[in-house]
């Protein structure tokens, strides 16, 4: 009588092969949705966090820090400092060594006398007269997730952006949780990491009335000019990216209509109205790198 064979067939093996890819499939969309909301928490987390070192720099100075940005058109005005890099100064520091109080809100870190002696400590005797006068920082390094703005030096590759003109590259950002810069970034370890996109942060002029881009931005409530510059950056950091209108090869908030649109409330009818009329507004660009679109995390609306 003939020996029973035992083990699989090439039939069962390629049935166990499809279900096992068949629940594959069905895992992998739902890990990544996991995945997915994980980053929005965690962004959301940072929002907050920014927010709470901002309420305690306004206890302490009487108002938020400044957000603007000078049009480039006005002779001799200081075009290299826009409101991301302000954010930045304000909870950590030029230097991310906190906040000096007599700082200028200057890209090149001078104080209001226009020299250093009361700000940099590296330039002041004895050094620690400059830190003694600090408040410390309002956000925690490593919630912060900052970043240079340019390299230190040529072929560094420390910063997020090769060329940052009309910006100062000395200076830092926070930057969001969403790894999507294609630029790997040499920390002081020499680890390559990869950054988020910088914060936007704007801050509310109660003074005005409206918002309306028919208005000089810096007639609105919010001035869309206020971190312009880094938009633009950003937006030639990613050309060829297919989500970038290939007419115009901008990106969605560069256009001042687009800006207004974005941070209207539609809740109020009677006029065109901003979220947060009197405070300021933070826009994280999201998982796809472009701020505008649909899944930005905000500090506003939805």
């Not at 039939?11 to 895992?27: F, H, K, R, T």
């Not at 949705?33 to 980053?39: L, P, R, Y």
């Not at 001078?110 to 050094?127: F, S, W």
Request: charged share 20%; aromatic share 8%; with cysteine.
């Amino acid at each position: 009588m003939n020996a029973k064979k035992s083990g699989l067939t090439v039939i069962e093996i390629l049935v166990v092969v499809s279900i096992i890819a068949l629940l594959a499939g069905m895992l992998l969309p739902a890990v990544h949705t996991v995945q997915k909301m994980a980053k929005e928490t965690k962004q959301k987390a940072q929002l907050t966090a920014i927010e709470l070192g901002l309420a305690t720099f306004k206890n302490d100075y009487g108002d938020y820090p400044p957000s603007d940005w000078t049009d480039p058109r006005v002779p001799g005005a200081a075009k290299d400092y826009c409101g991301a890099q302000k954010l930045a100064e304000a909870l950590l520091g030029w230097d991310l060594l906190g906040f000096h109080p007599d700082s200028a809100w200057r890209g090149d870190g001078l104080d209001r006398t226009g020299g250093p002696t009361t700000y940099d400590p590296l330039k002041v005797n004895p050094p620690n007269v400059t830190l003694d006068k600090r408040k410390g920082r309002y956000l925690e390094l490593d919630m912060a997730n900052a970043f240079r703005l340019g390299d230190s030096r040529p072929g560094a590759m420390d910063g997020l952006f090769v060329t940052t003109q009309p910006l100062t590259p000395y200076t830092h950002v926070l930057c969001d949780v969403f790894t999507v810069n294609e630029r790997k970034i040499l920390l002081g370890s020499g680890k390559p990491v990869s950054p988020g996109s910088p914060i936007l942060y704007y801050r509310a002029n109660p003074a005005k009335k409206t918002i309306d881009p028919a208005l000089l931005p810096e007639d609105n409530i919010y001035n869309a000019r206020d971190n312009w510059p880094l938009l633009s950056l950003r937006r030639l950091a990613d050309t060829g990216r297919p989500v970038v209108n290939p007419l115009t090869n901008v990106h969605p908030l560069e256009n001042f209509n687009n800006f207004y649109e974005y941070i209207r409330d539609p809740r109020v009818q009677a006029r065109a109205w901003p979220y947060r009329p009197d405070s300021y507004i933070l826009i994280s660009a999201g998982a796809d790198g472009l701020y505008g679109t649909n899944d930005d995390i905000r500090n506003f609306g939805q």
